[in-house]
Nanobody
Framework: EVQLQASGGGLVQPGGSLRLSCAAS????????MSWLRQAPGKGSEWIST????????YYADSVKGQFAISRDNGKNTLYLRMNNLKPNNTAIYYC?????????RGRGTLVTVSS
């Protein structure tokens, strides 16, 4: 069974930083591209970043380019998202995701709240 569990969220002041983690299990993590999505209060899901299986190629939504950094550790089956200079509009539930075969898997999210 594919399991994706995000963690590392919390309350942070504007300008602060957080690093999110996503623990993956139930599939061969190292051969799949991985992504981060988020859903802000009252809004739909938004793709924010993807990293290829080897970790050498990354993609970002314009809204987070230069602010967020995606990375992965295939030895630990873990995906990361480093978020810097956080703003109130970054408040959302953050999810990790993987497309495996014909199925798009989205795990349990972690809430990030940016507020003073």
């Amino acid at each position: 069974e594919v399991q994706l569990q995000a963690s590392g969220g919390g309350l942070v002041q504007p300008g602060g930083s957080l690093r999110l983690s996503c623990a993956a299990s139930g599939f061969t993590f190292g051969i799949y591209d991985m992504s981060w999505l988020r859903q802000a209060p009252g809004k739909g899901s938004e793709w924010i970043s993807t990293i290829n299986s080897g970790g050498g190629t990354t993609y970002y939504a314009d809204s987070v380019k230069g602010q967020f950094a995606i990375s992965r550790d295939n030895g630990k089956n873990t995906l990361y998202l480093r978020m810097n200079n956080l703003k109130p509009n970054n408040t959302a539930i953050y999810y990790c995701a993987a497309e495996i075969g014909d199925t798009y898997h989205r795990g349990r999210g972690t809430l990030v709240t940016v507020s003073s």
